[in-house]
């Protein structure tokens, strides 16, 4: 008998144009043979990086009325990952989610601000929004800005890895698994800081490019969940994620518009040929 592929509810946002959010999510959770469900939190007609003032299509009744539909077909999902919410009060759509399918796996990107500051057109009240869901969830994938706005610190443009960590060792009061992304780790590498509350964790350290493009954390998150619904352990799907997000920018012709993303297309089809474990992270080949 042939089991049915593990199903991800993925609530983030929508951009029409420009490689980030539900646009780069769906196609990696597909590639790793996992059925994503787009929940989206808001629809764009671009991300809202760098690209101008995008359109934006609202309807706060959609979310709520979209979970009772799922919920009537019997849909079971086996995880339930959250990124960007447009406003604090959608937090409560993730909660509702939660509550309606309490033995998913929770995973939350904690979308508040990179570089030691919070993103333009956020408030003041999504921190706390943000830190109850994370409080809910069974792992967080906050970077070193949103793991220091979690915790009420004063955030670092430039955190060290010691610090970091003690963080991300801190933060596990808050969730019983933490995974600090994008971590500075001298000039060369750049790490992610595992944290376990019962004490265990790790340092999974990569290659650094200094190339910024936008998307590149969704593209993680969602190899973390898809690789965690195939089975592996956090610290196996996190090597995993990173190697990939590392391929995606090799497989990006410098002096590409970063604010488009990675040209993930490229790449995604090695995601179907990674039988042997995590994607090496040696530089591969790509067509001109």
Same mark, same amino acid.
């Given at each position: 008998?042939?089991?049915?592929?593990?199903t991800?509810?993925?609530?983030?946002?929508l951009?029409?144009?420009?490689?980030?959010?539900?646009?780069?999510?769906?196609?990696?959770?597909?590639?790793?043979?996992?059925?994503?469900?787009?929940?989206?939190?808001?629809?764009?007609?671009?991300?809202?990086?760098?690209?101008?003032?995008?359109?934006?299509?609202?309807?706060?009744?959609?979310?709520?009325?979209a979970?009772?539909h799922?919920?009537?077909?019997?849909?079971?999902?086996?995880?339930?990952?959250?990124?960007?919410?447009?406003?604090?009060?959608q937090?409560?759509l993730?909660?509702?989610?939660?509550?309606?399918?309490?033995?998913?796996?929770?995973?939350?990107?904690?979308?508040?601000?990179?570089?030691?500051?919070?993103?333009s057109?956020?408030?003041?009240?999504? %921190?706390?929004?943000? !830190?109850?869901?994370?409080?809910? +969830?069974?792992?967080? =994938?906050?970077?070193?800005? @949103?793991? *220091? &706005?979690?915790?009420?610190?004063?955030?670092?443009?430039?955190?060290?890895?010691?610090?970091?960590?003690?963080?991300?060792?801190?933060?596990?009061?808050?969730?019983?698994?933490?995974?600090?992304?994008?971590?500075?780790?001298?000039?060369?590498?750049?790490?992610?800081?595992?944290?376990?509350?019962?004490?265990?964790?790790?340092?999974?350290?990569?290659?650094?490019?200094?190339?910024?493009?936008?998307?590149?954390g969704?593209?993680?998150?969602?190899?973390?969940a898809?690789?965690?619904?195939?089975?592996?352990?956090?610290?196996?799907?996190?090597?995993?994620?990173?190697?990939?997000? %590392?391929?995606?920018? !090799?497989?990006?012709?410098?002096? +590409?518009?970063?604010? =488009?993303?990675?040209?993930? @297309?490229? *790449? &995604?089809?090695?995601?179907?040929?990674?039988?042997?474990?995590?994607?090496?992270?040696?530089r591969?080949?790509?067509?001109?």
């Open positions: 008998m042939i089991s049915a592929p593990k991800v509810l993925c609530i983030h946002d951009p029409g144009f420009g490689r980030a959010s539900l646009s780069v999510i769906l196609p990696v959770l597909s590639a790793l043979g996992v059925q994503p469900v787009a929940l989206p939190t808001a629809v764009l007609s671009t991300h809202t990086g760098g690209l101008g003032t995008p359109a934006r299509l609202s309807n706060p009744g959609y979310g709520p009325a979970l009772a799922y919920k009537r077909l019997g849909i079971r999902f086996d995880c339930i990952y959250s990124g960007y919410l447009a406003d604090a009060g937090a409560h993730v909660q509702q989610a939660l509550e309606l399918w309490p033995d998913a796996l929770a995973i939350v990107d904690p979308v508040l601000g990179d570089h030691g500051k919070l993103y057109g956020l408030s003041d009240d999504m %921190i706390p929004a943000m !830190r109850g869901l994370c409080a809910r +969830a069974g792992l967080i =994938l906050p970077n070193p800005t @949103e793991a *220091a &706005l979690l915790l009420g610190d004063v955030p670092s443009a430039s955190p060290s890895l010691e610090i970091v960590a003690q963080q991300a060792a801190r933060l596990t009061t808050l969730c019983p698994q933490v995974v600090v992304t994008g971590v500075p780790a001298g000039q060369r590498s750049i790490a992610c800081v595992g944290a376990q509350r019962d004490g265990g964790g790790f340092v999974s350290r990569s290659s650094f490019i200094p190339r910024l493009y936008h998307g590149t969704d593209i993680f998150g969602a190899v973390v898809g690789k965690m619904m195939q089975g592996n352990v956090t610290e196996a799907a996190v090597q995993t994620a990173a190697a990939f997000v %590392i391929e995606c920018i !090799r497989a990006t012709p410098e002096g +590409a518009d970063e604010r =488009l993303g990675v040209w993930l @297309e490229r *790449a &995604l089809p090695l995601l179907n040929s990674d039988r042997e474990g995590p994607l090496s992270p040696v591969r080949g790509y067509p001109e």
